[in-house]
């Protein structure tokens, strides 16, 4: 049993919604950084503060894979079940055909709902298809042009969005050392380009 201050964090790590989204992503199966970042639509910044949040408190754990990316995945699950009684004295709100008409209206806006879902969830698996193929490709010419993987992961990265040599450790699992040299050659070849302390890919036209 958990005591009043760990049920007190729990509650605060899950009235966050996207922390909730990320916890329902990794009931399904483990996930690494840029995946959940790519199906829940949110920065790769924003996901690694959610995740190092919940590593804190124990919820997340992470393993390696051979490419040195961080799958994580749920460590303890959480199941909460909220009780709410009515009061002996509230009096009745409404009337059966108030009711009625409340319960269609919201059956039909249900439905409404689900039709929606059901599209963007199948405009979604497009999407991820477009992406995995892409990826693929990136992959596949990155290692006729790069020297290593690692700079094709570092790459890959930076195409969600700017990131710090720092982020990109974290990002990809790489060490922080591969991360400094491999940031080098890439903006040696004119595929990023350092702007202070953050780097970004470089356009079509890089100079």
């Known amino acids: 049993m958990l005591d009043q201050v760990e049920v007190a964090r729990i509650l605060d790590i899950l009235g ?4 909730r989204r990320i916890i329902e992503l990794l009931r399904q199966k483990p996930c690494f950084v840029t ?13 690694i503060e959610h995740l190092q949040m919940m590593e804190r408190e124990e919820l997340l754990s992470f393993r390696l894979d051979d490419r040195r990316r961080k799958y994580y995945y749920l460590a303890r699950d959480i199941n909460v079940m909220v009780t709410l009684e ?16 409340r319960f269609r209206h919201s059956l039909q806006t249900l439905q409404k709902l689900l039709d929606v879902r059901d599209d ?10 477009d992406i995995e193929n892409r990826i693929k490709e990136i992959i596949s010419r990155g290692r006729e042009i790069l020297d290593d993987d690692a700079s ?5 990265a930076l195409a969600h969005c700017p990131l710090s040599a720092d982020e ?14 491999d940031l080098q050659r890439l903006e040696d070849r004119q595929v990023v380009k ?14």
């Open 35 to 47: 995946e959940i970042s790519d199906r829940l639509v949110l920065s790769p910044k924003a996901v």
């Open 120 to 129: 963007m969830v199948r405009n979604l698996k497009n999407l991820d298809n």
């Open 168 to 181: 990109i450790h974290e990002l990809t699992g790489l060490p922080r050392e591969t991360v400094c040299r």
């Open 194 to 207: 350092n702007e202070g302390k953050i780097y970004r890919l470089c356009g079509n036209h890089a100079g």
């Open 16 to 19: 966050n919604r996207n922390r």
């Open 152 to 156: 094709i992961d570092i790459s890959i």
């Open 86 to 101: 009515k009061h002996p004295d509230e009096d009745q709100i409404g009337n059966d055909s108030d009711n009625l008409l």
